[in-house]
């Protein structure tokens, strides 16, 4: 019965299953219980002519409907970047979050959704034999395209997760430039961590850890569910937090957006360093000009930093390749194949009797066929693993750097204007500045509205 | 775009122009990759029947409230026992739909009368919550027609499914979309 | 959702107040509405319906009182109960979800409009530390980065440190891996050795012996006279309280049978030297089953098939299709519930025992619809080793297994074919289109020939050396006769002997199927009989053991009485005979033998001179 061993994955995870080939499988799997079960009792023939009902097979949610995701999906890609680029209309984008909320989010249950489809993409890299759904596929693609010309405009209102957290987001606090970026490289050490577990075959993390399917779906386990309340909640006053901090799509976004040919900007004409949009982000992504005059720090030591980082950077892969090997015996067990192995070993060495056909009993009965071929794809899993996790590890070691040297390049920057890879094309900040207000016609001067809040100081 | 001219901004506006074009270009060799695999089918998870053991994660693992695994009939290999070892407790205390003697916990399955001795067992799955004692025990004693199912109305096809994920025989895989069920025919 | 900026609200505080009010309103009523789905939850997982204590000891209190109507009355009204429960709490949750969405919706805008109303509009001020800063965050946030990186590594490290692999350090080849995975089995069970094939062979480990055809190796010794009555010539009689019809298994010093009746299945082991109970084991039921609910025809029983070892475990099957293993201290080791067979009288066809295997031929179903299948199981752990499928419809005889043409071989009898199988991979060797009716006696393996018996019409010797369909070609001779219906035939190779149930015993030629004698025993006979040496043990049903010379002429050179019922088939080793009567196993012989020397192959010259000068 090694055969069960041998396609653990594929069964696991979405793979080619042409008919035959399923069959064939079939044929062999057998298991002794499912041969019992044969007509011991021979169907009868009714003398008075019963008919037999049919067995109910409810269709599936039908292809047409998917492709149907497909074209909202880009439609709203196309509303959401026409929406932040023409009328520059916050309402509108606001909008469409609702729509998207209601559609992607609380209708499609969160599933399809492109943050997960990074885990199909991983997969079909790392397994030649599994075939990425075309709408999996389109899904990965389509925001990543857009963001290449546009920014992330997919963040802004067509993604159910992110709308989910703009709209609830009630009085935003600022979070130190410092924690920004510290917290800001999570985000690339889940994509890695969620790459090489899809593409090792072994989890789906990215998914199963999702904080906001549970509430699309009103049901899920009650750790997932508090999450998803916490962020909620957290999102009330931190703006989209996991967008931030923990979304790996954005983080892909985020790198898409830096070479995004065009983005949108606060002021539609000129810049008048007014200041008023300064605070207006809630999401920390408004950068202030350069300040003018001579720098405060000496250009030599920035050059020395700079490059001394440079040559930090290998090493820094190295370390991190060095502690992903470190991780990858225990990052394999989240393999199904090498947590059976791990089970039966387990209870080889401390035997613990299950009660008939609970769970546990029947791994164990699975594990007990052949172990030998058990051990085998173990360990042919953790080979790949060791790899995988070698590779992340080099990765983590990479984003810090490359973040660390990011962090002393200097800038130029005349205008105010949105950080390229942290906007997410919201059009909050547009109405602050004077300049569009004058565009659309409405009063100019804000100045008289600041005086309620002094006077209400006294 | 951004309106300014000199020579270290167009440096950059060039060097950023370039990596977006092959990043897309990359982006279109992915496509392209996807596009080779040409089976490429959409799929939807299903339960194979012949490598269930009635384990009873269905009923749990499932990210819904209530299962998306439900119990389904073949009808065509149904013994129309008087004495269904699926719808019977063991050893029932009399062959009457009588609480007691019901092996359902939902009491979703109906029992009608067809014609001397013959029953027949209907599912009712707005009731049925996937437990599968009806299922082990036609299995066990009886012909195996009652078999789990994953019913499409219900399942939100996740990308990864969490019954699946716990299932003891690993007897949830994808299945193509045009045939999303895996009834039981015969006995195999 | 921000609200526009338009121009500024001149009710802002009122606008706010209002607002803080709803959001109040809202917040408490998020969370009444959570509180109440967490009561539910916590509750639902503590209050399971469907695993009760109540109703579990209601029905619990039902099978010990069928006709108890308030007990009933009181299932049925917990069974509405807790599935109305569930219903509502399913009812609860999905309206809780979308009221919370709802709620908090509410929550979210209210706080919102406060939050407007109470916006503070930007006032630039000069800022003229802004470069210094931008200087002083750049450092911070590189320091925090390095602190992010820091701490995943932190992270990576003591992830992989924390966690504990099983799976061995290295990586290994998948050869090595096997050989963990066997390091690993054998470090849980203790390394018991298989016992030699001459061990197996010295005892009496399967029904009708080593080789499962009723015939004693050559140096057996058995006892010629005894008397019940006086006790003379028996060594020992223990009552047996277990109802059975399955002959008792020896292996060294213990004895085992087995015993079942509606209620439980269990396994019985017997000192051989002294008749001591040493223990009986319970067998589980099937925990799903309706355990012996098949009520079993009076001349079968709920225990018919005879226990098999393999000098390590001691294997079981009863009539309800539970296969067990019992340890030699009568622990369960492994138990396999094979479903309740679909044949008239329940499971009873008897266990076989090749190598480390044993081997359950577990036919059933009728001729049109056979669901039929041989089986090996390993021994210590009762994995499927092999599992082959037949088309043979529900048969009672017991398979053998002997070597011959260089495999080793099982042969099943089934209608309508004798099929030989591959012992060590279940393939199949070669089959015989021959076998009509329900088919009980038993195949011997004798002279290189296998003998078989169709009920009740001819005897015939088939060649075992075949593959495929052997019909036409390696039927060696088959003659017709007084013919049994039960009882297995027996041959040490020159005669084959065959008893019918009215007691007509006769005679045959191995070599030839050349009718040699006939004789009236005037008794029924249950028994299949054996051969020992030169003697063939007959033994009736009213108790009656016959000992007969094998001999071209028929010679009875004893007749003695057991003084009870008597229906299983003898074991024979360590120079005694047990007998399973209706009420007591009797351990019968010459003398009382040292009890240490059960354990030693005896020398081949007592033996002779045993079986050739018994005592009287």
């Not at chain 1, 196309?78 to 979050?97: E, I, K």
């Not at chain 1, 009797?353 to 042919?380: G, I, S």
């Not at chain 2, 066990?140 to 003891?168: K, M, T, W, Y």
Request: net charge positive; hydrophobic share 45%.
């Amino acid at each position: 019965m090694s055969v069960s061993l041998a396609p653990a994955k594929a069964s696991r995870l979405p793979l080619r299953t042409s008919g035959r080939n399923w069959l064939l499988r079939l044929s062999f799997l057998l298991s002794p219980a499912a041969i019992l079960a044969a007509s011991r009792f021979p169907p009868p023939d009714f003398e008075g002519g019963h008919k037999l009902p049919e067995t109910t097979t409810p269709a599936a949610r039908g292809l047409v409907l998917e492709y149907l995701d497909v074209a909202l999906l880009l439609g709203c890609l196309a509303l959401a970047t026409w929406l932040a680029y023409r009328p520059r209309s916050r309402r509108g984008l606001a909008w469409l979050s609702l729509f998207s909320l209601g559609y992607f989010g609380f209708y499609r249950k969160g599933c399809i959704c492109a943050i997960g489809s990074i885990q199909n993409v991983a997969l079909g890299f790392a397994d030649r034999s599994y075939a990425i759904p075309l709408t999996v596929l389109l899904f990965f693609l389509a925001p990543l395209v857009v963001a290449l010309f546009f920014g992330r405009t997919f963040c802004a209102a067509v993604c159910p997760q992110g709308a989910i957290q703009d709209l609830v987001l009630v009085k935003p606090l600022k979070v130190p430039a410092w924690l920004e970026h510290g917290l800001g490289v999570i985000p690339f050490l889940f994509l890695g961590t969620g790459a090489i577990f899809a593409a090792t075959g072994s989890a789906f993390l990215i998914c199963r850890f999702d904080p906001f399917v549970p509430i699309f779906r009103l049901s899920g386990s009650l750790s997932l569910l508090t999450l998803g309340a916490a962020f909620l909640l957290v999102g009330m006053f931190v703006g989209r937090p996991y967008c931030r901090f923990l979304c790996p799509y954005g983080a892909m976004l985020r790198v898409a957006s830096l070479l995004a040919k065009w983005r949108v900007r606060v002021t539609p004409t000129l810049c008048t360093q007014c200041r008023l949009c300064e605070h207006e982000c809630p999401f920390g992504a408004m950068r202030t000009p350069t300040p003018s005059g001579r720098a405060p720090e000496a250009p030599a030591v920035e050059r020395k930093r700079l490059a001394g980082l440079v040559v930090l950077l290998p090493f820094l892969i190295a370390g991190g390749a060095l502690a992903g090997w470190r991780l990858a015996p225990a990052a394999a067990q989240l393999h199904p194949t090498v947590e059976l192995a791990e089970f039966h070993l387990a209870n080889q060495k401390s035997p613990t009797v299950y009660p008939p056909m609970t769970p546990e009993a029947l791994k164990l009965e699975r594990a007990a066929e052949d172990p030998a071929a058990l051990l085998a794809a173990a360990q042919k899993v953790r080979e790949k693993m060791t790899l995988a996790s070698w590779l992340v590890g080099a990765w983590a070691g990479l984003v810090i750097g490359l973040k660390l040297i990011a962090l002393s390049m200097r800038v130029t920057r005349t205008d105010f204007e949105p950080d390229r890879g942290a906007c997410v094309a919201c059009a909050r900040c547009f109405l602050s500045c004077p300049a569009e207000r004058q565009r659309r016609g409405l009063p100019v001067d804000p100045l008289p509205a600041a005086m309620p809040a002094t006077a209400s100081k006294s | 775009m951004s309106g300014h001219s000199s020579p270290m901004v167009n440096r950059r506006d060039f060097l950023r122009g370039a990596t977006r074009s092959l990043t897309v270009l990359g982006l279109g060799g992915l496509a392209g990759m996807a596009a080779s695999r040409a089976t490429a089918q959409t799929t939807r998870w299903q339960i194979d029947p012949h490598k269930c053991v009635r384990c009873g994660n269905c009923a749990t693992m499932c990210v819904l409230k209530e299962s998306a695994v439900k119990c389904v009939h073949a009808f065509a290999m149904c013994g129309y026992c008087q004495l269904c070892t699926g719808y019977f407790e063991p050893e029932p205390n009399a062959l009457t739909t009588a609480a007691e003697n019901q092996l359902c916990p939902t009491s979703a399955i109906k029992r009608t009368y067809v014609e001397d001795p013959y029953y027949e067992y209907t599912i009712d799955e707005s009731l049925c919550i996937g437990c599968a004692k009806c299922v082990e025990g036609c299995s066990r004693f009886g012909n195996g027609s009652l078999f789990l199912q994953i019913r499409h109305d219900r399942c939100v096809n996740c990308n990864e499914c969490a019954i699946a994920r716990n299932c003891p025989t690993e007897a949830i895989s994808r299945v193509p979309i045009h045939h999303p069920y895996l009834l039981k025919t015969e006995g195999h | 959702m921000n609200v526009a900026k338009t121009t500024p609200v001149i009710g802002a505080s009122a606008v706010h107040r209002v607002a803080l009010t709803s959001a109040a309103v809202a917040g408490a009523f998020v969370l009444l509405v959570v509180s109440v789905l967490l009561n539910q939850f916590i509750t639902a997982t503590t209050n399971d319906p469907w695993k009760s204590p109540q109703l579990l000891e209601a029905k619990e209190r039902l099978r010990a009182a069928p006709k108890d109507e308030a007990v009933k009355a009181r299932i049925r009204d917990l069974d509405l109960r807790f599935r109305e429960d569930y219903r509502r709490r399913l009812r609860l949750a999905a309206s809780g979800g979308w009221l919370l969405v709802a709620g908090t919706a509410v929550l979210v805008l209210s706080l919102q409009a406060a939050s407007e109303a109470k916006r503070q509009l930007p006032l630039p001020r000069p800022d003229p530390d802004a470069a210094k800063r931008a200087v002083r965050t750049a450092a911070q946030s590189r320091r925090a980065v390095a602190v992010a990186g820091a701490l995943a590594v932190v992270a990576m490290v003591s992830t992989g440190l924390g966690i504990r692999s099983l799976l061995g350090g290295k990586l290994a080849a998948p050869g090595a891996s096997a050989a963990i995975a066997s390091g690993a089995a054998a470090a849980v069970a203790p390394a018991v050795p298989l016992p030699p094939p001459a061990e197996f062979a010295r005892n009496w480990p399967r029904f009708r012996g080593p080789d499962g055809g009723g015939l004693a190796p050559p140096d057996t010794v058995a006892p010629l006279t005894w008397d019940a009555k006086s006790g003379a010539g028996v060594i020992w009689k223990s009552p047996v309280p277990a109802a059975g019809f399955n002959s008792p298994i020896v292996w060294n010093d213990r004895v085992f049978l087995s015993g079942a009746t509606k209620e439980k299945r269990e396994v019985l082991c017997f000192d051989a030297r002294d008749g001591r109970l040493l223990w009986t084991c319970a067998v589980p039921a099937d925990p799903r089953g309706p355990g012996n609910a098949k009520e079993p025809i009076d001349d079968t029983g709920y225990a018919a098939s005879t226990m098999a070892t393999d000098g390590r475990n001691a294997f079981v099957i009863f009539g309800n299709g539970t296969l067990a293993a019992v340890t030699f201290d009568g622990k369960v080791a492994w138990t396999k519930h094979l479903g309740m067979p679909n044949n008239a009288y329940g499971h009873a066809t008897s266990l076989a025992v090749w190598q480390d295997r044993v081997i359950v031929q577990y036919d059933q179903g009728t001729p049109e619809a056979p669901n039929s299948k041989i089986v090996a199981f390993d021994g210590l752990t009762g994995r499927v080793a092999w599992e082959t499928a037949r088309k043979i419809p529900c048969s009672w005889a017991t398979p053998i297994v002997f070597e011959a043409a260089g495999k080793a071989q099982i042969v099943t009898l089934g209608e309508p074919h004798v099929i030989a199988y591959d012992a060590s991979n279940g393939a199949e060797l070669w089959r015989v289109e021959l076998m009509h009716g329900e088919i009980a006696p038993s195949p011997v393996f004798a002279g290189g020939r296998v003998l078989v018996v169709n009920p009740t019409q001819f005897l015939a010797a088939l060649k075992p050396d075949g593959s495929g369909d052997v019909t036409a070609s390696h039927v060696a001779w088959k003659v017709e006769g007084v013919i049994p219906d039960v009882v297995s035939p027996v041959s040490d190779g020159e005669f084959a002997f065959v008893s019918d149930s009215g007691g007509v015993l006769t005679c045959f030629e191995a070599a030839t199927g050349k009718q040699v004698w006939e004789k009236d025993l005037q008794a029924q006979v249950q028994a299949s009989p054996v051969i020992v040496g030169k003697r063939l043990y007959v033994c009736t049903t009213a108790g009656t053991m016959f000992v007969i010379e094998v001999a071209r002429e028929f010679r009875q050179l004893a007749r003695n009485e057991l003084g009870e019922k008597f229906f299983a088939s003898p074991a024979l080793a360590g120079g005694r005979m047990f007998l399973r009567g209706d009420k007591h196993l009797f351990c019968l012989g010459v003398e009382r033998v040292d009890p240490n020397a059960l354990q030693e192959p005896r020398p081949p010259q007592r033996v002779e001179g045993n079986a050739l000068h018994p005592k009287p």
